[in-house]
């Protein structure tokens, strides 16, 4: 199993700029999520989904915008990048059972700055 | 809004010292309660986690973490740390989400620890 992938590993960006930020898992994860680690903020979450066709925001949404088409894929496309938004991302998945997550597994990460 | 607290941001210990970071959490209802561990250049993995039962639990390379309800805390332990230990801390905890029922885990800020030989 490749677990949760990530791409690209690292990205530079414009302001105003937009892209879309990969991850991918093989283990039939039901629970998928988006965090940004800041120093000193430790891991924010941004959105996160407990299933195909079912996301909701986490803690700082704004800017970001995602999508669950299959249970594999979770994309996390920044609209108009800002360089608020230079940070370390991460990509997490887990089992999820009544609505709690299990512990989760994250990918390696994605260091994106915007000049 | 859930609160997760690590007291201790920064923590510097030589080896054999015995480790001891805090975790403070703010939701009053059950909940689910992990440690994770990041070493440099690495992403997140689990060390342990608490779901029921024996409040006191084992987890990965020697680590154990205590679970009181009535403090809202659930604190890592190690007795002797090794070099090895060199990495970032972060507690994380589940909770009811505001926007919807699900329990999603809310992180605290993370506790640096350096471990000299």
């Known amino acids: 199993n490749a677990g949760v992938t990530q791409t690209p590993k690292f990205q530079v960006l414009k302001t105003g700029q937009s892209m879309t930020l990969q991850c991918a898992q093989d283990?039939?994860?039901?629970?998928m999520s988006w965090y940004r680690q800041d120093p000193g903020m430790g891991l924010r979450l941004i959105h996160y989904?407990?299933?195909?066709?079912?996301?909701d925001q986490g803690e700082v949404p704004n800017g970001y915008n995602v999508s669950r088409s299959t249970t594999e894929d979770f994309p996390l496309r920044l609209l108009s990048a800002a360089p608020s938004q230079t940070s370390v991302y991460f990509c997490?998945?887990?089992?999820?059972?009544?609505?709690?997550?299990?512990?989760?597994?994250f990918g390696p990460g994605t260091r994106l700055t915007v000049t | 809004a859930q609160s997760v607290s690590q007291h201790n941001h920064h923590v510097i210990l030589s080896e054999a010292a015995s480790l001891e970071l805090g975790c403070n959490y703010s939701?009053?209802?059950?909940?689910?309660l992990f440690w994770y561990v990041q070493y440099p250049g690495q992403h997140l993995q689990l060390l342990l986690k608490?779901?029921?039962?024996?409040?006191l639990v084992k987890g990965i390379k020697g680590f154990e973490a205590e679970f009181i309800k009535s403090k809202f805390s659930f604190n890592l332990r190690k007795p002797s740390v090794q070099w090895s230990d060199t990495a970032e801390y972060f507690c994380?905890?589940?909770?009811?989400?505001?926007?919807?029922?699900?329990?999603?885990?809310?992180f605290g800020r993370g506790t640096s620890l350096i471990v000299h030989p």
């Open positions: 283990m039939n994860h039901e629970y």
């Open positions: 608490y779901f029921s039962g024996d409040p």
């Open positions: 994380a905890v589940n909770a009811p989400h505001a926007s919807g029922g699900s329990y999603i885990p809310t």
């Open positions: 939701y009053g209802g059950t909940v689910n």
């Open positions: 997490a998945s887990s089992y999820g059972l009544a609505g709690a997550y299990y512990e989760q597994y």
């Open positions: 989904s407990v299933g195909a066709g079912i996301t």
